[in-house]
C-alpha cells in the first residue's frame, strides 16, 4: 500500500488522525483553510489541547512525516474531518463537507480511497458525497472507493483510543469498505467491523443520541426530586445498584459537538418518528435556564457571580455548544456582575474576558460551577472565605470536595433547598 494520506480538517478530531498515521509510518499532509493553524502545525506545534498532542505533533512534523498546507495534494488515501455544524432550522450544514470533498477532486487518481470521518446524516456518503464524485467521471467501487468512518473517540483520551478502540467501516459498496478497513488496519488495534455506509452513520449517531437520552433522564430526575424534595444523586447511586441499571448524572446541560448536535441529524431525517430523541433534547436544551432560575431564587438578579469553567467537560479546552456559554449570556442580561475562570481556554478562544481564580472568588457572592476541571474538585477553601463576600457554591457538575462547613455547598443533591427561605444560602 502506498501510505500517502491528505487529512482535510486540521480540528479537534483531524489534527490527532493525522498524527497518528505519521507517526504509523504514513506520509500525512494535513490541509485546513486556517493559516494559523498550518503555520502552527509547520513548526511542530499544535492549536489545540489534548493529552500527548503536542509531545506526538513535534516528533512527527520533525521527522518530515506531518506537513501541512491550506489545498491537498495527490495522495492513495484522503480522510475528510471537517465540522459539520447545525443551520438555524437544526438541519446539517453540509457546506464544509461538500467544499472538502470537491477540493480533492483535482488530485484524485485510479484506485484511490476516500474516507469520511465527519459526523452527517443518514444517507449523506449515498445521496451528498457519492454524486460529487461520481459526477467527476469516476464509478466508485471501480476506479475510486468511498467510505464513512465515524470518529469514536472522547476529548483528552483521543490518541489512545485512534488506536484501541473498535471501528466501524461502512462503505458505499463492499470494496470500498475493505479499501478502507485495509487502511486502519495499518494502527489500530481494536477490530477493524465493514459494514454499509448508511448503517455505520445510523450507528454513529445512535451512540451519541443514546448518550443525551440518558442524560435527559437524569436532568428530569433532577427537577423532579426538586419538586419532592429527594435528594437527587442518592437516588441514583441507590438505583445504580442494581444490576442491570445505570443512570447518569445531571448537570448544566449538553454540549460539545456531539452530543449537542447529532440526535438534530436523525430528527431532520425522521422528524416524526424521533420523538424521545426530541423530548430529550428539549429537556437537556432546558437546564441552562434552569440553572438561571436558580440563581435568580437566590439573588433576584443582583450580585456577583464568579464561574468556574466554561468548557463543555472538564480537562479540555473545548468550548463549542458549552451550556456554560448560555448560562453566562443569560446571567448577563439579567444585570448580574459575572467573573469567569477557565485554566484550559485561551482568551482569544472565546467573547467572554477570563480571569484567574483570584480575581474571580474576589467579593463574589456565589461560584457557579459549570465545567468539572481537575483544578475544581479541591479549592483553597480559606483564600475563597476570605475573599468572598459571601462563600456559597453552587456545583452544577457535581464535582467539588469540600469539607468547610462555613461554605454553603448546593449541588444536585440538595438542590431543592434553593426552594426554602432565601436566608438558608444568602446571609
Known amino acids: ?9 486540521l480540528g479537534y478530531i483531524g489534527l490527532p488522525t493525522a498524527a497518528v498515521f505519521a507517526n504509523y509510518g504514513w506520509n500525512v499532509q494535513g490541509v485546513d483553510v486556517n493559516d ?16 500527548g498532542l503536542a509531545t506526538l505533533v513535534k516528533e ?12 491537498p495534494s495527490e495522495a492513495s488515501v484522503f480522510i475528510i474531518a471537517v465540522p459539520t455544524p447545525h443551520n438555524e432550522n437544526l438541519t446539517a450544514n453540509l457546506s464544509y463537507l461538500i467544499s472538502a ?5 483535482p488530485y484524485l487518481k485510479k484506485d484511490d480511497t476516500i474516507i469520511i470521518e465527519s459526523t452527517i446524516p443518514p444517507r449523506t456518503i449515498d445521496d451528498v458525497v457519492g454524486p460529487i464524485i461520481s459526477n467527476n467521471g469516476w464509478s466508485i467501487g471501480e476506479d475510486v472507493f468511498l467510505a464513512h468512518c465515524p470518529e469514536r473517540v472522547l476529548p483528552g483520551n483521543i490518541l489512545k483510543e485512534l488506536i484501541n478502540n473498535n471501528r466501524i467501516i461502512g462503505g458505499f459498496d463492499s470494496l470500498s469498505a475493505h479499501k478502507a478497513a485495509e487502511v486502519y488496519k495499518t494502527f489500530v488495534k481494536g477490530e477493524v467491523i465493514e459494514t454499509v455506509a448508511l448503517s455505520a452513520e445510523m450507528a454513529k449517531l445512535m451512540e451519541n443520541t443514546f448518550r443525551d437520552v440518558n442524560i435527559s433522564l437524569a436532568n428530569e430526575l433532577a427537577k423532579i426530586s ?43 431525517k425522521a422528524h416524526n418518528e424521533a420523538k424521545l430523541i426530541s423530548t430529550a433534547r ?71 474576558k477570563l480571569s484567574s481564580f483570584e480575581e474571580v472568588i474576589e467579593g463574589s457572592e456565589c461560584l457557579l460551577v459549570l465545567s468539572d476541571h481537575n483544578e475544581f474538585i479541591k479549592i483553597d477553601e480559606e483564600k475563597f472565605i476570605n475573599k468572598a463576600s459571601k462563600p456559597v457554591i453552587f456545583d ?31 446571609y
Open 1 to 9: 500500500m502506498d501510505k500517502k494520506l491528505c487529512v482535510i480538517g
Open 36 to 51: 494559523r493553524v498550518i503555520e502552527t502545525l509547520n513548526k511542530g506545534e499544535v492549536h489545540i489541547e489534548e493529552f
Open 60 to 71: 512527527v512534523v520533525s521527522k518530515g512525516y506531518l506537513t501541512a498546507d491550506n489545498k
Open 101 to 105: 470533498t470537491e477540493s480533492l477532486l
Open 226 to 268: 426538586e419538586k419532592l424534595n429527594v435528594n437527587t444523586l442518592d437516588v441514583i447511586e441507590l438505583a445504580n445498584l442494581h444490576p442491570r441499571v445505570n443512570l447518569h448524572t445531571p448537570g448544566p446541560g449538553v454540549g460539545g459537538h456531539c452530543l449537542a448536535v447529532d440526535p438534530y441529524f436523525i430528527i431532520e
Open 282 to 352: 428539549e429537556i437537556n436544551n432546558s437546564m441552562p435556564m434552569y440553572i438561571v432560575e436558580q440563581i435568580d431564587k437566590l439573588y433576584q438578579g443582583k450580585g456577583h457571580i464568579g464561574i468556574l469553567g466554561i468548557t463543555y467537560k472538564g480537562n479540555v479546552d473545548d468550548i463549542r455548544e458549552s451550556p456554560a456559554l448560555k448560562i453566562i449570556n443569560e446571567l448577563l442580561d439579567k444585570g448580574y456582575e459575572v467573573k469567569i475562570h477557565d485554566p484550559y481556554v485561551k482568551d482569544e478562544s472565546t467573547i467572554f
Open 396 to 426: 452544577t457538575k457535581n464535582c467539588m470536595k469540600i469539607t468547610n462547613n462555613d461554605i454553603k455547598y448546593i449541588n444536585y443533591n440538595n438542590l431543592y433547598l434553593v426552594n426554602e427561605v432565601q436566608s438558608n444560602f444568602v
